[in-house]
């Protein structure tokens, strides 16, 4: 994720971290609102926070637990005319302990898959994911082509920042990472 947050044109705050934990298995990303965005986040940990204080010999909410979730909350947002304006991935392991990675419109559509993206690269890193991305890859594999998405969305959108983060999610627990800086080259000829 980039840590651009805009309103409307103007760059509103840099810096911004648009990936949060949500418990050990669990983590979320998304596009969109910002305030729909931390109201997300807010009602996750609290919900996270209640689940841990009430176990009771159970396991905690999943990844994909929280997706589901997630799509039944937006849906009911938007039947009752006060919609959350975001595009959510939610990733992580299910109860199973497999590998969970989930994408949730703003119409509360849930869509499961091993390679989902939101926001402008459904329009240009799909391709980029099709034809490079595969099962079982290393973390560094996978992190070299997420770098070339996020290169090829710096190019195409005005409001974009040089600076991403990545998260990684295993058995161990959810790491978000520092944000880096994407190598972009403006130098061409033609601009010259």
Known sequence: ADTQASYG???KFKGFCRISRINDKAAITSTGELSDYQAIVEHFQEKAL???IQEDSTSFLSAKDYASYLSEWTYNRRRKMDPLLNVSLVGGFDGKGESYLGYIDQYGTLIEGDFLVGGLAHYF???LLANNAKL???EDESKKILDEC???LLYRDARATEEIQFCTITK???NI???VTIK???NHRQFI
């Open 125 to 127: 890193c799909k391709v």
């Open 136 to 138: 079982n890859m290393t």
């Open 177 to 179: 990472e520092a944000p």
């Open 50 to 52: 209640t689940d841990a």
């Open 184 to 186: 972009s080259e403006w």
């Open 9 to 11: 044109s103007s760059r």
């Open 172 to 174: 161990k627990g959810v």
């Open 150 to 152: 996020m290169r090829v």
